[in-house]
């Protein structure tokens, strides 16, 4: 969205952003019109790494074309020159369409207050059809309102209305959809902006909104998290659902505290009893957590609740050969298919704690890395038959699964232990015997109760990706700069050091949980 030349301008972007966010779009408005005095926050790490690649994938898609058909690529609009620089770019496009070009390339259309570019337009029998590239592995409804709202504007040109829309998937498939069954729902958007921007620009008040899935990649998260955690809103409590927010809100419980020290008679119909004794105990945790916070310790003391033993009556006793597992993927490399990179995993035998890594770069040593993994961990089912492989969360059960069948290897032997019951997700049995103070049960916001405390550069899943991905092209750059090669490489290797160590602490921090679950089982 723009103010420019004394008028609005949106795009496509900002119709769907209206889809996800109300709020997200009347902070961009105010913005524009000079009014906060807040700032918007950049992407940052997986939300940056996700559009990097998504330019590369939109380059390959390009390259392709390229090679088999003659493509027009339509310059960017000189943006010192305002909407006569919009003009001229969608002028250039509709020459383009007339003369019957076979492809064209970032296309712009501009019809006085939308402006959008779609990543290609391909000639049919009857006109043009629109094309974009997207990373994801399908297609979301947002998309789909941006391509039909480039579609509406190859009718506004005087061309056929395309009859079908398509998307270019980071799995290298074409999504194919009709126009017709969007296009009702992005007239309505741009009607309601056109709405918005035809009524004097003003600032939100509240500031913040309802948190929602969009939030991750909002350039006003930060704003809405913070006003959020002033307000005290329900919405910071573990585990609550958008539908209970509303029904509590209906009954006059707007914050933590108040939900709290609430009593059984104001339980909203709508919630269970069990449901609002959970979020009641949660609210209680977390209020006294968050009371403590302060510049000198922003996080308080973090405690726990031992509420029910149906967790930990699931855990199975100890054995010496036990393992305690981590994963390490990349969803973008090689070649945004995905990569699990590394697999880590902790062993304790007379006390003695051992941490193996196993790497891979490509996805023949990811089939290698399976396979070796798999043997090292038969060889110790051999010796002892009573181990446990444990895991937080369901993200390496799930990629053994995949991986096994993916590369056609071990589906027989990972089978076995999910048959056996092997792999054992410790979150699954700390939250149906624990509540914790924190707003997260994230492995990392649990480490306080055990006492581990992590100083690595790498801190997060998100942090050892970005490292990842920084490794490769480190690498890269090495093999086209000669002169600077050894450094470069020795800058790759110590990023690979850095998660090699974060993976270790995970590993590490799975066995301390492991330990302290039953450590408060039998106290």
């Not at 913005?31 to 807040?38: F, G, H, M, N, P």
């Not at 007239?187 to 009524?199: P, T, Y």
């Not at 149906?310 to 054995?319: D, E, T």
Request: some cysteine; glycine content about 6%.
């Amino acid at each position: 969205m723009q103010y420019i030349d004394s008028q609005w301008v949106f795009s496509a972007s900002d119709l769907t952003l209206l889809l996800d966010c109300e709020h997200a779009t009347e902070m961009n408005i105010a913005y524009r019109a000079d009014l906060l005095e807040v700032e918007p926050v950049e992407a940052e790490g997986m939300v940056a790494l996700a559009g990097k690649h998504g330019i590369r994938h939109e380059e390959r898609i390009l390259q392709r074309l390229q090679q088999q058909y003659d493509v027009v690529e339509v310059d960017s609009p000189d943006r010192t020159a305002g909407i006569a620089g919009f003009v001229a770019a969608a002028d250039e496009t509709r020459r383009a369409m007339v003369t019957g070009a076979e492809v064209i390339y970032q296309g712009c259309f501009f019809d006085g207050q939308f402006l959008g570019y779609s990543d290609f337009l391909m000639r049919t029998d009857d006109g043009y059809e629109v094309y974009d590239t997207k990373l994801a592995k399908s297609v979301k409804e947002a998309a789909l309102v941006q391509l039909a709202s480039y579609s509406d504007q190859v009718a506004r040109l005087g061309f056929p209305m395309p009859t079908d829309m398509h998307v270019w998937l980071g799995t290298d498939e074409i999504s194919s959809h009709a126009v017709a069954d969007y296009l009702e729902q992005m007239r309505q958007l741009r009607a309601e902006m056109e709405q918005r921007l035809a009524v004097p620009a003003a600032v939100p008040d509240p500031l913040w909104a309802d948190k929602r899935s969009a939030c991750g990649s909002c350039r006003w998260r930060e704003t809405c998290a913070a006003g959020r955690d002033e307000a005290r809103d329900l919405s910071l409590i573990h585990g609550i659902r958008g539908n209970q927010i509303k029904s509590l809100r209906q009954t006059g419980i707007t914050t933590v505290e108040a939900l709290g020290s609430a009593d059984p008679s104001q339980r909203p119909a709508k919630v269970s009893v069990g449901v609002f004794d959970k979020l009641r105990s949660q609210a209680r945790l977390q209020s006294v957590q968050d009371a403590g916070r302060s510049e000198a310790d922003p996080v308080g003391s973090v405690s726990a609740e031992f509420f029910a033993r149906g967790g930990v009556a699931k855990l199975p006793p100890r054995s010496e050969g036990d393992v305690w597992f981590d994963i390490e993927g990349d969803p973008f490399a090689p070649g945004d298919a995905g990569l699990e990179y590394l697999f880590g995993y902790l062993t304790a035998v007379d006390g003695c704690e051992e941490f193996t890594a196993l790497w891979a770069h490509t996805p023949a040593e990811e089939k290698a890395m399976l396979a070796d993994f798999v043997a090292q961990l038969q060889q110790r089912i051999d010796r002892w038959p009573d181990l446990h492989i444990y895991h937080y969360a369901n993200y390496e059960q799930t990629k053994l699964r995949k991986l096994a069948e993916e590369h056609q290897i071990c589906e027989v032997e990972i089978q076995q232990w999910f048959d056996e019951g092997r792999l054992v997700d410790l979150e699954k049995i700390f939250r149906r015997s624990f509540r914790v103070s924190q707003r997260s049960y994230s492995l990392k916001k649990l480490e306080p109760l055990y006492g581990l405390v992590r100083d690595e550069d790498v801190q997060t899943a998100g942090d050892s990706v970005v490292d990842y991905e920084e490794y490769l092209d480190l690498l890269a750059e090495a093999e086209h700069d000669p002169q600077r090669a050894a450094e470069l490489r020795a800058t790759a290797q110590a990023k690979l050091a850095g998660i090699r160590d974060y993976n270790e602490v995970d590993c590490r921090s799975t066995y301390r949980l492991d330990t302290w679950i039953r450590e408060q089982a039998i106290g």
